[in-house]
């Protein structure tokens, strides 16, 4: 580190969890955001101000005026625009040293899983389901640590899953059900700060992650609810009949190829 980055991130240094170590760990690391939206603009603000050195960001989306209200990392006048380039130009304004890799079309199949090879951590702020479950899918697969959050109405949570740690649940533990349809921000309304709330939660998780001082929330479920302030863990079982992490699915994936 050079001194403009001692100097920059000297209030995480002098934390002694972190440390000039730590602080060049961050800055060695590469994480996968998916989706630039609610949950992805706080997460991948964080991570570029907290000196995470490569985010790759993924996002196909344009910015709508409806997106303004909550999707801090867009700007006005950059409505109409692709989000991961309008998310990307205010990383690079933040911190012009974060290599940021704007992927502005659909990441699937075998780039997606290069890409969530290649991550120390992955972060899920996707708004969908098919989604999540090819990201867990795809983390199962390498191993890699995933983070993922949810927000709508005034609830939000965040779970981890350390797929690489063989007594780990995974994401369809929790929904073992392919069919189940997510509820939109659109058709059911968000409040502004909530996803603010559960993006920073899962900017903390992954800086955690990245820095070997815990992954608290893997196995756990952390809820919020902004409208009685409280939070609320719970520990999810791993599901012994899961449709992606259970003996019988990795026996199904097996007899596949
Ligand atoms: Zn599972």
Redesign the pocket.
């Known amino acids: 580190m050079d001194t403009d980055q001692l100097e920059r991130y000297s209030r995480q240094i002098r934390l002694p969890q972190i440390g000039e170590a730590g602080q060049q760990r961050l800055l060695d690391s590469r994480v996968l955001i998916i989706g630039a939206g609610g949950l992805g603009s706080p997460v991948s603000m964080y991570l570029t101000a907290a000196g995470v050195g490569h985010l790759v960001l993924s996002d196909y989306d344009r910015v709508d005026e409806s997106n303004l209200q909550r999707q801090i990392a867009h700007r006005h006048e950059n409505i109409g625009k692709l989000k991961a380039d309008s998310a990307a130009e205010l990383l690079g304004e933040i911190n012009p040293r974060t290599r940021v890799d704007a992927i502005n079309y659909e990441l699937d199949g075998d780039e997606l899983l290069e890409h969530v090879d290649l991550a120390d951590v992955v972060v899920d702020c996707t708004d969908n389901f098919p989604s999540r479950f090819t990201l867990n899918r795809m983390t199962l697969a390498t191993g890699t640590p995933f983070v993922s959050g949810a927000a709508i109405r005034w609830q939000g949570q965040v779970v981890t899953f350390l797929p690489a740690e063989g007594a780990s649940?995974?994401y369809?533990?929790l929904y073992p059900d392919e069919s189940v349809e997510a509820a939109t921000c659109a058709a059911e309304g968000v409040v502004a700060p909530l996803v603010g709330v559960i993006g920073s939660m899962q900017a903390l998780e992954t800086l955690n992650i990245l820095l070997g001082v815990g992954a608290h929330l893997a196995g756990r479920l952390l809820m919020f609810d902004g409208m009685t302030m409280e939070w609320e863990a719970i520990k999810l079982p791993?599901?012994p009949s899961?449709p992606?992490?259970?003996q019988t699915a990795s026996e199904g994936t097996a007899a596949e190829r």
């Open positions: 649940p995974c369809q533990c791993k599901n899961c992606a992490c259970s």
